[in-house]
């Protein structure tokens, strides 16, 4: 058997997933589901937490959800905004 090497950009392969059916995209995302460890994103997700936590003391949960929420409202304006001009 022959070994064929292709160059594939990261980029071109999103592109490439886009064009599957939806069936196909679902079949694939089980797979790769498999793949992960869960174990592992947690635990740097907990990391990650703990270091914003640490760099912020003084900024309450409450106030962290707000900016969150209002960052998400405009990031949303945006992108209706952005889809409405296409």
């Given amino acids: 058997m022959e070994t064929i090497r292709v160059n594939v950009t990261f980029d ?3 592109q490439a997933l886009r064009q599957l059916p ?6 694939l995302w089980r797979l790769l589901d498999e793949d992960l ?3 592992a994103i947690a635990k740097k997700f907990t990391a990650s937490v703990s270091a914003i936590r640490k760099a912020y003391p003084r900024v309450s949960e409450k106030e962290v959800m707000s900016d969150a ?3 998400t ?3 949303r304006k945006a992108r209706r905004r952005g889809k409405s001009r296409s």
Wanted: proline residues 0%; hydrophobic residues 40%.
């Fill in 37 to 39: 460890d869960r174990a």
């Fill in 73 to 75: 409202r405009g990031a």
């Fill in 69 to 71: 929420l209002k960052a």
């Fill in 22 to 27: 939806s069936q196909d995209k679902i079949a």
């Fill in 12 to 14: 071109q392969i999103k």
